[in-house]
């Protein structure tokens, strides 16, 4: 095998490594109603989170936009392969965190996500996914393009949800009570 596909390879092996360890950990393989969409819209209900994409999915985008321009600043001798490969590692740290019964106990404590039992297995190896599809667009996309991206998702899934990666990181950090009550509709 040529060297220059070992980041892909070990790319590949930790989004396959992080659903061995998401199973260990005790999360649904896919949502206990006994199927998988390819779209759940609903975000108040046992199945958010628990598909193959939802209304959290543009924040993975956003991720990987983030991580491909951070890690072009910071690394930008060492080859795409491996910054890749450092961004899947911090998506699927982020993951299994998420996943983990303090951060969700959290999440249902200080957001309006009180239906929130954690993403099945398919949803985070999704997320993941979509983390490096965002990433291979900031590549490819001129850094305009990204931005305007980034802001649209951001945009559009606040006026549709109330939510998104801002509030999201916002609410887990420093929650703030008039959120809260905005996201849920008061």
């Given amino acids: 095998m040529q060297r220059r596909f070992l980041p892909y390879l070990l790319t590949a092996l930790v989004i396959g490594i992080t659903a061995a360890v998401l199973l260990w950990m005790g999360r649904e393989p896919w949502c206990k109603c006994g199927y998988i969409k390819l779209w759940h819209g609903q975000t108040m209900s046992s ?3 628990q598909h ?3 209304w959290y999915t543009p924040s993975h985008l956003i991720h990987g936009f983030l991580f491909y ?3 072009h600043l910071v690394m930008r ?3 795409l392969g491996w910054r890749l490969l450092i961004a899947t590692l ?3 740290a982020w993951e299994i965190s998420e996943n983990t019964e303090a951060v969700i106990e959290h999440y249902r404590a200080v957001t309006i996500s009180l239906d929130y039992y954690g993403d099945s297995v398919v949803n985070s190896v999704s ?3 979509a983390m490096v599809a965002g990433f291979w667009l900031a590549r490819r996309l001129p850094i305009w393009v ?3 991206l980034i802001l649209g998702f951001e945009l559009f899934t606040t006026w549709m949800i109330r939510d998104g990666l ?3 990181v916002l609410m887990l950090l420093h929650p703030i009570e008039a959120v809260k009550t905005w996201q849920g509709g008061g």
């Fill in 90 to 92: 911090a998506e699927a």
């Fill in 77 to 79: 001798r060492a080859g």
């Fill in 146 to 148: 990204s931005v305007a």
């Fill in 166 to 168: 801002t509030l999201n």
């Fill in 69 to 71: 321009g951070l890690l």
């Fill in 47 to 49: 199945e958010s989170s």
């Fill in 127 to 129: 997320d993941i996914l």
């Fill in 52 to 54: 193959i994409s939802d």
